[in-house]
């Protein structure tokens, strides 16, 4: 709509991409729009709209071919990503299935793992989803207290995670918890927990303030056997494979905020054009232009840094707190853009039959999710001044060894 502001965007530059665009539109359009109300009602979608998303090949767009995947590189990912928000729904939940789960298990399961999840996650016909959080932590994930205890045929897992995204419709978890409880170095493993087993049950999806129509619940471990083939890359390296994986995750939030302030600007300015006041369109005054223009300027710098970041993905050479930048700054921008996209509907805004008022809804949480936007200050802080003080440390030994000399 406004193109000619945008610096040209290679990461998306191929006729694949067009034409994944376009799928995206055709899908949200016919599988997805049509059931909104119904699973806002449900706080779940249908899983035919998941076997529906798979049969158009977008699930695990990313994946290799080798396991059912697309085989494409994460630009296309991304730019799913950002469509599916540009256009509103949340659901179902694509990229915590495709780009955050699969990968965990084509990065570190086994073959006979690949084999078994990713070929049924491509087709939609096994949903998986990721447990870290717990009614007692969520930012400190160094204390969680969900265990499974080394039976010798099998780990016996008990706990309880909370807020799990897509939890409720997901066939397996991808369950972080510790395998040498109650010793000194506790040892963070990740099992592969499927839903069938005695002892895993769910909550009902909560009821939330946005992101309605995909569900978010609690699940419960209670003496789950889980079979000793299901845990996920070594015993004890959990936490370093959920730090290795993060950025993704922060880098797919970054960009779920870019898509849905450029849906937002798109929508304000149709709705300002057509809306009038004081006998001219509300987009007539010089306060309107300005404020959807101020939106569109903080949407194209922070746009450049995470293309950047998608580049630097596909390089595997995005850090954590390039990961946390991105993530932080585009969901503050975001939730000023949709704030004051908002704003000038009017009290239509309020109104959830208004695309914006579901939108706003929706990027609330932006600010919460993978990671608060303060742990990612924190994160980023902490390099800051590490590497100020290794510099002075560094300094300090040159001056003496100068002396000494
Ligand atoms: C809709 C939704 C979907 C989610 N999906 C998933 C999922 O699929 N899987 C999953 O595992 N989790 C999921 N989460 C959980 C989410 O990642 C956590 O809610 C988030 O990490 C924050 O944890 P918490 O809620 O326990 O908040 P807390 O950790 O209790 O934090 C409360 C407040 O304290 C602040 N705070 C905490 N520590 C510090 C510090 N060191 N310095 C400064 N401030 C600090 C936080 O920033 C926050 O403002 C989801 C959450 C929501 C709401």
């Given at each position: ?6 610096i ?10 067009q034409m ?16 909104r109300?119904?699973w ?10 998941w ?5 158009l ?7 290799s071919e ?5 085989g494409?590189?994460f630009?296309?990912?991304a730019?799913l ?7 509103g ?7 915590m ?7 965990y298990?084509?990065?570190y399961?086994t ?5 078994h999840?990713?070929p049924?996650?491509?087709s ?8 870290m ?8 994930l160094?204390?969680i207290?969900?265990n499974a205890?080394?039976?010798g045929d ?8 909370t ?10 978890t991808l369950?972080a918890?510790?395998?040498?409880p109650?010793?000194e ?9 499927d839903?069938?087993?005695d002892?895993?049950t769910k909550?009902k999806?909560?009821?939330?303030l946005?992101l ?9 471990f209670e ?19 959920m730090?290795?994986?993060?950025p ?17 600007i ?12 004081f006998?001219?369109?509300i ?8 404020k959807v ?13 995470v ?7 596909q390089?595997?050479k ?9 993530k932080?700054?585009?969901?503050d921008m ?5 704030d004051q ?15 914006i ?10 600010r ?11 994160m980023?802080?902490r390099?800051?001044?590490?590497d100020y003080?290794a510099?002075?440390?560094?300094k300090?030994?040159?001056r003496?060894m100068?002396?000494?000399?």
């Open positions: 709509m406004y193109a000619d502001l945008h040209k965007r290679d990461v998306y530059d191929t006729e694949e991409h994944l665009r376009e799928t995206v539109r055709d899908y949200v359009n016919q599988h997805v729009l049509p059931y109300e119904e806002e009602e449900q706080s779940c979608c249908s899983r035919e709209a076997l529906k998303a798979g049969e090949g977008l699930l695990n767009i990313s994946s080798k396991y059912g995947g697309g494409l590189d630009s296309f990912s730019l990503i950002e469509e599916m928000s540009k256009m729904p949340d659901s179902p939940g694509i990229s299935h495709s780009d955050i789960v699969a990968p298990i084509e990065q399961g073959e006979e793992q690949k084999m999840y990713l049924k996650m491509a939609g016909e096994l949903i998986g989803s990721l447990g959080t717990e009614p007692s932590t969520g930012s400190d160094q204390a207290k969900t205890v080394d039976k099998y780990w016996l897992l008990n706990g309880s995670k807020f799990i995204t897509i939890g409720y419709s997901s066939d397996f369950v918890c510790k395998t040498r109650g010793t170095k506790e040892g963070v493993s990740l099992l592969l927990v839903a069938s087993l002892g895993f909550g999806p909560f009821k939330k946005g309605k129509t995909s569900d978010t619940c609690e699940l419960f003496d789950v056997k889980v079979p000793k083939n299901r845990l996920l890359g070594q015993e004890g390296m959990g936490f370093i494979m730090m290795t994986e993060l993704r995750e922060r880098l797919t939030i970054a960009l779920q905020a870019i898509g849905s302030a450029e849906g937002a798109e929508e304000v300015i149709k709705y300002t054009s057509q809306r009038t006041a006998k001219q369109p987009a007539g005054f010089q306060n309107t232009q300005f223009t101020e939106a569109a300027m903080k949407l194209q710098l922070n746009q450049c840094f293309d950047k970041c998608t580049q630097l993905l390089e595997h995005l850090t954590a707190e390039q990961a946390s930048i991105a932080c700054t585009s969901t975001q939730f000023e853009v949709l996209c908002l704003q000038l509907h009017g009290g239509y805004g309020f109104m959830w039959e208004y695309q008022c579901r939108m706003f809804a929706d990027s609330r949480v932006s919460i999710y993978g990671g608060t936007n303060e742990i990612m200050k924190v980023v802080s390099k800051l001044f590490n003080y510099e002075l440390k560094a300090r030994k040159a003496k100068a002396m000494s000399n």
